[in-house]
């Protein structure tokens, strides 16, 4: 509280006490890289190479912020722009979860959603 009171508020989307619209376009590219970065993250740790492990990938307030869209919406297409052939040396499964929304991809069969 004490830092808010000298430094300002920080507003999603915008600047130090200055709330500025945020576009839906705009969250749902942010969204999907963010979940790009976090699997490209695991990936480039060499010591997870080759060990077919489950990922889970926690998007906390993504569901909330693109309520309009279906997750795996989000989801899955972030995943594709990784590609199945690069993410699945490493992993056997990925799991992209908000509070109530969950996407899954496994290498070796089709994408799973559950709203």
């Not at 790009?36 to 990936?43: E, N, S």
Request: net charge negative; proline share 3%; glycine share 10%.
């Amino acid at each position: 509280m004490l830092y808010g009171r000298q430094n300002g508020f920080y507003f999603g989307g915008g600047a130090v006490s200055e709330p500025t619209a945020r576009d839906v376009s705009t969250d749902l590219v942010t969204w999907r890289a963010g979940i790009v970065a976090a699997v490209q993250t695991k990936l480039d740790k060499a010591a997870y190479a080759g060990h077919e492990l489950d990922l889970l990938v926690y998007a906390r307030g993504c569901a909330f912020d693109l309520i309009d869209f279906e997750f795996s919406e989000i989801a899955h297409p972030a995943l594709a722009s990784i590609g199945r052939e690069n993410w699945g040396r490493t992993f056997s499964n990925i799991y992209v979860v908000d509070d109530k929304s969950f996407a899954s991809a496994s290498s070796g069969a089709d994408h799973r959603s559950k709203p």
